[in-house]
């Protein structure tokens, strides 16, 4: 199943799931959100499918959510957490069955960098920066990010980022431990086909 904003491969294995809207820095929807957690059931219910990917076409990974569009302009993002439509898409990618790798290139900024930390491996490209900007829109941070991401880089970092709203490089991220591996632009897809493989290759049951 893919559609123009949502492509989904399969290479053996493994299904790569690509965010298909560079014009748009691919900035999600309510619309993408709801494809992406689509395609998550597709591949949980695939026994052939071992592993995922996920990604972005173009230079950026996901720019956050598309706060221009009219179905979530000011009272989508202002309205309760158990309510707000984002929340109730995104809360669903994270009942996804089979380990995701994100390859991560350009920005993840905001609710793209709550997606990226919803898989379960980050790999990036050099150009890869992170930031949690929320405090810079005037509401906290989406996404569980205050959730996942002191899990992965721990309290004190964690605060760093959601308070200050600072972009943070690749090579810090891979020294702090929100992604697991730095490579260049165009290495990044092979180097995320061989991660996943890396994981399909082994005993689905363990």
């Not at 052939?48 to 959510?65: H, K, P, Q, Y």
């Not at 996804?96 to 290139?105: N, T």
């Not at 810090?172 to 990044?188: S, T």
Request: with cysteine.
């Amino acid at each position: 199943m893919s559609d123009p904003h949502l492509l989904l491969e399969r290479d053996g294995h493994v299904a790569i799931v690509t965010m298909n809207r560079p014009a748009a820095r691919n900035a999600w929807s309510l619309e993408l959100l709801a494809r992406m957690w689509d395609a998550w059931q597709t591949i949980d219910s695939d026994p052939d499918i071992r592993v995922a990917i996920l990604t972005g076409a173009g230079g950026t990974f996901c720019a956050g959510a598309d706060l221009v569009a009219p179905s979530q302009q000011g009272a989508v993002i202002a309205s309760g957490v158990t309510t707000n439509p984002l929340y109730v898409q995104a809360v669903r990618l994270f009942a996804s069955k089979k380990p995701i790798v994100a390859a991560i290139q350009g920005a993840a900024v905001g609710a793209g960098l709550g997606l990226a930390l919803s898989a379960d491996f980050r790999l990036a490209s050099l150009d890869a920066r992170f930031t949690a900007n929320f405090v810079k829109l005037g509401f906290h941070p989406g996404f569980g990010i205050t959730y996942t991401l002191p899990r992965l880089i721990g309290p004190q970092r964690a605060a760093l980022m959601a308070l200050t709203g600072r972009r943070i490089r690749a090579d810090e991220a891979l020294a702090w431990g929100l992604v697991d591996e730095v490579v260049p632009f165009d290495d990044l897809r092979p180097a995320a086909l061989k991660f996943a493989h890396e994981i399909a290759e082994n005993a689905p049951l363990a």
